[in-house]
Structure formats: C-alpha cells, structure tokens
C-alpha cells in the first residue's frame, strides 16, 4: 500500500514511462507526462490524485 509521496513518485517513475518528469505545481512538488500534469500528492487529504483523460 502506498501512504506518502517518496512512495508513490518511486512507483509512478518505476513504471517506466516516457517522458515523465519532476516539477513542481502551486509549491507542491509533482510528476508530469508530457509537460502535463500527472499524479501529486494532496496532503489535507493524504492521498494520491492521478489526472487522466476519460477515453
């Protein structure tokens, strides 16, 4: 299970998928694919948020 965000960037970069990259957003640091937004971590909520498209 994963329950912080060392852990969850260390599982979304060990996917391997290209062009990912380390950013950061609003002060909190997150992944982007693409220069987009990808996964972050809401730390009021204490979880993960993934954005994807619908299709």
């Known amino acids: 299970m994963i329950s912080d965000w060392p852990q969850m960037k260390a599982f979304a970069l060990s996917l391997g998928l290209s062009k990912v990259a380390q950013a950061k957003s609003w002060g909190n640091e ?26």
């Open 30 to 55: 997150v992944l982007k694919a693409h220069g987009k937004l990808w996964v972050w971590w809401r730390s009021y909520v204490d979880a993960a948020l993934l954005k994807c498209n619908k299709d």
